[in-house]
């Protein structure tokens, strides 16, 4: 009983680790997309690294509840909302660029 309560202890902290990096991670996107609304240009970026990335996540999306990690799953949300926000701007003002 006690190593189960212990383990669910570890699980917990290895959770709440990695849902401060998943969250944080979501929260810097957004000064990329702050960024990219305002220069309303893709210069110098490959958008292959967001979309691995993001496909990444969404796999997360089913991964993370799987694992009982409900903490890494909110913040794999936020990087994936935050991720196709950028994608979808990016390819917005790549289409619109010369116009």
């Not at 967001?50 to 799987?66: H, S």
């Not at 990690?69 to 010369?98: C, D, E, P």
Request: aromatic share 16%.
């Amino acid at each position: 009983m006690v190593s189960f309560v212990l383990a669910k202890i570890k699980i917990m902290n290895i959770d709440l680790i990695n849902g401060c990096f998943e969250m944080g991670a979501g929260l810097l996107q957004i000064s990329n997309i702050y960024k990219l609304s305002k220069h309303k240009q893709v210069k110098g970026v490959s958008m292959y690294p967001f979309l691995l990335f993001t496909l990444w996540g969404i796999w997360n999306l089913y991964y993370y509840p799987a694992l009982g990690q409900t903490l890494s799953f909110i913040g794999g949300i936020v990087i994936v909302v935050t991720n196709i926000i950028w994608i979808s701007l990016a390819l917005y003002y790549r289409k619109n660029q010369n116009k």
